[in-house]
């Protein structure tokens, strides 16, 4: 029986799931993109059954790469050294797998597709009718439109659903605290931000509760832990002070008012699909679903969006499968895409399909 793993390369995190249980590992690949191969070979050596390993990508875009093309051949290569005899299959926008020859050739149509193979899989959640799938991750959030079960994006490249507003690049971790507000209003006085990357969306889960404290996690802006000790130390230097300066009452209410801040954001983005979707299909939205590390986000933002909120059915990942699995969304679908297609292959070599 063939066993598929799923494998999504960021720029910051490389996530795997073997279709029953997922991972997301800390990997910067803009600064150590010559580690890729040696970092994969150990992932992959986690599934020793594993005989194919399905991939999607966007650290195509990390700035150790001149252009995307060159990004994308260079992961493909790591992926291919790192697999060994395993059989690789890239999935594509175009919504099926390519081989590793094919993705080699077409490289942007295998370039960020993650989020459509994620889409792909969990229309299934929604077969009939108009859907919206919410995915944030530690970067970037997702608001992709689906129609009867399928994926129906205005666009199908970063350029363009940054446009539609289908890509957002607002996440639960990495998003730099002055790129959501200028300043905060704290006792009828405003209290500007210096535009530096002194904080980060993480300092402010980790502040209101939302984000777990990880004393062995340093993948914050100044490489310290991810304590809410350090985070307010973070969020002081936001406001070019010290925790001397700022009391930790200060810090609480200012990291509640920059969350509200990107919660907006988040809730804007989806009411503006929301429309130009239900306007294109002249129906309502009546599913909706939502994954990734950021779900918390998904889940406020719905909140502001009453007439969503309190009209669809909302399906969490997190809670039908783990946090876990959530956070690996897309290795996960992968995992499962590929699997069903060895599958569906099996059966046509055998004269039942």
Known sequence: MTTTIGVDIGGANIKISDGTDGASISFPLWKYPDKLNETLQELFLRYPA????????????????????????????????????????????????????????FPMLVAAANWHALATWAGRMAPQGDSLLIDIGSTTTDIIPIQDGYPIPTGLTDFERLQSQELLYLGAKRTPLCALAKQVRIDDIDYPLANEFFATTYDIGLLTGHIQEDASC????????????????????????????????????????LLQEEVEMIAQGIKHVRSAFESESGSNVLTILTSGEGEFLASLALSKVLETASGSPIYSFSKFGSAQLSTAACAYALSVLASERHLKDITIEMGLG
């Open 218 to 257: 340093h993948n914050t802006s100044n490489g310290k832990p991810a304590t809410s000790v350090e985070a307010q130390i973070r969020l002081a230097r936001q406001f070019c002070c010290d925790t001397e300066e700022l009391s930790p009452d200060f810090l609480l209410q200012a990291a509640h008012l």
């Open 50 to 105: 594993a005989t194919t390993i399905a991939v999607t990508m966007t650290g195509e875009l990390a700035d150790c790469f001149t252009t995307k093309n060159q990004g994308v051949r260079f992961i493909l290569d790591a992926v291919q050294r790192s697999a060994g005899k395993k059989e690789v299959l890239v999935w594509q926008t175009g919504g099926e797998f390519l081989t590793l020859e094919e993705a080699f050739e």
